[in-house]
């Protein structure tokens, strides 16, 4: 036995970073274990935004959102902006957006309906057919600044995070949690998991929901004029388009557009990166999107790890502690999510919502 921990966080995305740095904040020294390279495009945390979508009616995700908000908040400023784009969402289609806006409210977070016309004329570079939901709280989450910021805190804290250090297997024991690495054993008193679409080989002794891993390619196309974007969600007919379709401006990069959850299944360790349903999305973005140029793709290449009912899993057995199963929508929440995480590696009477537990 080399080396001896309170808490070990497996996995190095933004789930482990954002649960290493609320350990941290509460006087812990965790240590994050990854076996890539910091930076690396192999999971699900890469990129320079991510959509921070607001639109949810379920009490537990609101709970969460409002719990992550204040995370992301205490996160602060890094390079002079917040992490946090908070340039507006707007939400629409077959979608029950009366019932969203009153969510929100209720939680005291800005939500406005505005007829198809108002929308269009505040947003020239989109069509919308029917009444839209604006909430001027949300817009994007700098991922890769995010990432940055998280491991920083970390560290500066007194926590570590190896990068390219692979863990062959956890095993618990009586006296803790045995973290088996190429040529050395450490140990835990707990470990938090958060491997992505590894999951399931990590822990093949917790019975877990199935967790299904797609290949996703929303794509980056280039705005035609200077209109203002805000961040989207389209919910549209299934009969016309593949998916529901989500995006947001990425400065530098153009807009970002994809269908929600549509990808081949995969083998995380061989992906072939064979881009699917391109000519869908173009065709959605030269009906719905006249501000964007339809030719002018440029995919990427993302993996989603995804629950039946697109529930997380945040869970405790034992010693080890379980955050999985993020479905494409987990990035946003991982303030949130790190903070359960880090209840339930120091309490083991601790619960978090009823919906993400373990069967």
């Known amino acids: ?45 890469h990129g320079a935004t991510r959509n921070f979508n607001n639109a949810y009616d379920e009490e537990y995700y609101l709970d969460l959102l409002v719990r992550a908000r204040e995370g992301w908040n205490a996160l602060g400023q890094v390079d002079g902006e917040p992490l946090l784009r908070l340039h507006g969402l707007v939400t629409h289609g077959d979608v029950d957006v009366a019932v969203i806006e009153r969510r929100l409210i209720d939680r005291g977070i800005h939500a406005e309906t ?25 817009g994007v989450a700098r991922a890769s ?53 590894w999951t399931e080989r990590m822990l093949p002794g917790i019975r877990l929901p199935r967790l299904e891993v797609t290949e996703e390619f929303p794509a980056h196309f280039r705005p035609r004029g200077d209109d203002v974007w805000p961040s989207f969600n389209h919910y549209v007919d299934p009969d016309l388009h593949p998916a529901t379709v989500y995006g947001m401006p990425t400065p530098g990069e153009g807009v970002k557009v994809g269908f929600h959850r549509v990808g081949d299944v995969v083998d995380p360790d061989a992906r072939p990166h064979a881009v699917t349903h391109a000519g869908a999305l173009a065709d959605y973005v030269r009906e719905w999107m006249p501000g964007l140029d339809p030719a002018s793709a440029v995919p990427v290449s993302c993996t989603y790890t995804s629950t ?37 590696a120091l309490d083991p009477t601790a619960l978090a919502a009823a919906p993400f537990r373990l069967s």
């Open 308 to 344: 039946d009912d697109s529930a997380f899993v945040l869970d405790r057995r034992g010693r080890i502690v379980v955050g999985a199963g993020f479905s494409g929508h987990g990035f946003k929440f991982a303030p949130g999510v790190g903070a359960t995480l880090a209840d339930l």
């Open 114 to 138: 505005l007829t198809a016309g108002e929308a269009s004329s505040r947003w020239s570079g989109m069509r919308f057919g029917d009444d839209v939901l604006f909430s001027r709280d949300a």
């Open 145 to 197: 600044a995010a990432l940055g910021e998280l491991e920083r805190r970390i560290v500066a804290a007194g926590g570590e995070v190896r990068w390219e250090t692979p863990v062959a297997r956890i095993e618990e024991t009586d006296e803790g949690v045995d973290i088996m690495l190429s040529e050395e054993r450490m140990r835990a008193d707990v470990a938090v998991v958060t491997v992505g679409a």
């Open 1 to 45: 036995m080399s080396d001896s921990m309170e808490v070990a966080v497996i996995g190095g995305g933004v789930m482990g970073l954002a649960t290493a740095w609320e350990l941290a904040r509460r006087g812990l020294k965790p240590v994050v274990f990854d076996r890539f390279a910091r930076g690396h495009h192999q999971g699900a945390s």
